[in-house]
């Protein structure tokens, strides 16, 4: 996550860790990726 703080892209392969599938289906809810927020709260 530091280096993903610092507008790099992580190091390794994702991992699913959580899969929102079922928030999207119910609720209609949109995700966007981790980088986006986390890029813009360290700019």
């Known amino acids: 996550m530091k280096i993903m703080l610092n507008n790099?892209?992580?190091v390794g392969k994702p991992e699913i860790v959580y899969?929102?599938?079922l928030a999207?289906?119910?609720l209609g809810?949109?995700?966007?990726?981790?980088s986006i927020p986390l890029n813009?709260?360290?700019?």
């Open 8 to 10: 790099q892209p992580p």
């Open 19 to 21: 899969s929102s599938a």
């Open 24 to 26: 999207i289906k119910d």
């Open 29 to 34: 809810i949109s995700f966007k990726p981790v």
């Open 40 to 43: 813009n709260y360290s700019s």
